[in-house]
């Protein structure tokens, strides 16, 4: 993989004794990470971490959430058959600045808080090169195109960190990343406006945050669950948030359907629902051979948006989000200690897990916490 030299290219480090570009000698580092290309192929591994080049710094890991993307590879899509084994996984991460290379601007400080982007930029195309940065040809999303962040340190660019500000939790942090997704959705994709009437269908975080940021936005919302055991626990945390949900919308009664979920059902029920000219907004990432109704999207003019990534701006949009209701990480988010991330990552990939009774909305592992 192209991008992959990226995280193994040898580079100097500020700081540091050696330049040389060494493997660092510390403490093991337990990583997430690809181990095959069969179904369920993940497992920890050791994840040795050179020293930082001239742009790059040492990322020290505190939470680090699981999503769909680490799901495709943990089911083995073909669509992701690309990444290979020793790829670590995870970029829903909030950690702190360790080494910095010597080339890192100063304001960049080991101990500083902070949140990788996911796509990280190459640096080295045209576009990058006139300061086009967020069109650059071959960007790299973190635990897909290179090293990702479900591991206790690894190695970033500088440009791809976010400041955290102190009255921001981990436990919030975590989600600006899933945050900025729902942020792209609602307010750039669909531009969500006061007085629309929104649904939104999902089982974990991003539609929960996306349903709260249309809310912000003076929308009428409607959280769409499937009807199964587990849908009241899901239905009482949407109340607890200050949402209504159902599991039988009104047909054409929606402008604006946020689909969150990844399920062909659900697809259907939102074309259904859509009033003729409404707009479907895909945030989901679907298996192979997901089927889509596309003759109803053509019977009822139906605008179809896809929106499946975000970009720093909508990073500081998250975090401004986030900083007005700080505690919501408390609600959606399930620790898991490091040496538990393979069960995390199973249970993350089940539509509708239960931990201790609770739906699992979001995994979140702990690289600093190892039980055994």
Known sequence: MADEQDDTQDGGGRNCSRLD?????????????????????????????RLPGPEEVEF???????????????????????????????HESVGTVGRVGLLVPEEIVPGMRVVPVSKVRCGRCSECAAGRVEQCRRPATLGLGRHGTACGRTIVPWHCLVPVPDGLPDTTAVLVEPTSVACRAV??????????????????????????????????????????????????????????????????RFDTWVEASGSGKQLTTAMASLRSGGKLVLVAMYASGTAQPVSARARKDISILTSYS????????AIG????????????????????????LRLTSQPHSTVGGKPLIKAVLDPRHVTI
């Open 21 to 49: 570009g060494a493997q660092d000698q510390g403490p093991t580092n337990l990583a997430l990470a690809r181990t095959s290309t069969e179904p369920g192929g993940v497992g920890l591994v050791d994840h040795p971490v």
């Open 60 to 90: 020290q890991v505190a939470l680090c959430g699981l999503c769909g993307s680490d799901v495709v590879v943990y089911d083995a899509d073909p669509h992701f058959a690309w990444v290979p084994p020793r790829t670590v996984l995870g």
């Open 187 to 252: 307010a750039e994709v669909a531009q969500v406006q006061a007085g629309e009437r929104v649904a939104v269908s999902t089982t974990r975080a991003i539609g929960l945050l996306a349903a709260l940021i249309a809310k912000a936005r003076g929308a009428e919302v409607t959280m769409v669950g499937r009807p199964d055991p587990e849908q009241e626990a899901r239905r009482e945390l949407a109340v607890r948030l200050g949402l209504r949900s159902t599991t039988a919308p009104d047909p054409g």
């Open 310 to 317: 975000s970009v720093r701006s909508d990073f500081e949009q």
């Open 321 to 344: 989000f986030l900083l007005t209701m700080p505690r919501v990480g408390e609600q959606l988010i399930t620790l898991f200690p490091m040496d538990r991330a393979v069960e995390a």
